[in-house]
């Protein structure tokens, strides 16, 4: 049974990316819709847009500096989240505290991204320009751009006037794929690389400040995905009756009164 319905929206949120370059983040937009299964559980249908973006010459770390390279890349992100709510504040602290929920929560979703990097003031889709050689210089393939990702999190939430939550969530996404930054193997051969993609993927494959790398130098490190956080502060209205049992209590009360003579 459906015990409430809220759709969350204009969340604040930092990302943490998980990724191999200095990290950085755009504050994303969120949508969700939450429904109330029983008490304790919930069902949450998320969209969530973010922009992630890195770039060599903020690492502290000399090698990467030298490495040069940057992205950035657009996030969209569809998931479907079961919360549990273990423990219910308002209980101890009484009706009139409001209703003040710890929760957890995992899920699963698919996003998409699209990692570019600039070059002469022009911003260039990295995935076709091969700038690791895939399906040019070696016999691995693109990669895709769709994944699917695996969610864990907890989070506080407070009822307000009756009608609004007001709440403070963070979350870990799990990706399965080491490309978010279209950084990940080795250095193919660039000039191998120039003669059949041109020379804007070249350049933007090899980008060392220093002495070009020699092909097989690893650029990345595929042992590792990129995973990404989220810290969300959020403000949501409810639609609907807040439970069920509340809703047959007042049909009951409706059905009562005292008796006239």
Known sequence: ??????VQAHQVALCMAGLKMARLSHQPEH???????????SLRMNYTYALVYGDDSYSGDQG???????????????SLIVEYSPYNFAKVLGRGSGLLDFYVFGGYGLFRFNPKAKLD??????????????????????YQLTH??????????????????IGLEFSF?????????DVSGQYPDVEQLRATKGDVAAQLSDRNTDQKASPGKFRGNPENNDNYSLIQFSMS????????????????RKGLSCPTF
């Open 64 to 78: 990467r500096r030298r490495r040069n390279l940057s992205f950035r890349s657009n996030i969209h992100e569809v």
């Open 173 to 181: 996404r799990r990706s399965f794929t080491d490309y978010i930054d």
């Open 148 to 165: 699917t990702i695996v969610l864990v999190g907890f989070g506080w939430r407070k009822s307000w006037k009756n009608k609004w939550v």
């Open 31 to 41: 949508w969700a819709l939450r429904a109330n299964i029983i008490n304790e559980v």
């Open 121 to 142: 003031n022009m911003w260039y889709e990295l995935q076709p320009l091969s700038t690791e050689g895939q399906g040019v210089t070696n016999n691995s393939k693109p």
């Open 237 to 252: 209205r409810k639609l609907g009756a807040k439970n069920l049992s509340e809703r047959k209590l007042n049909q009951r």
């Open 1 to 6: 049974a459906i015990l409430g319905i809220e």
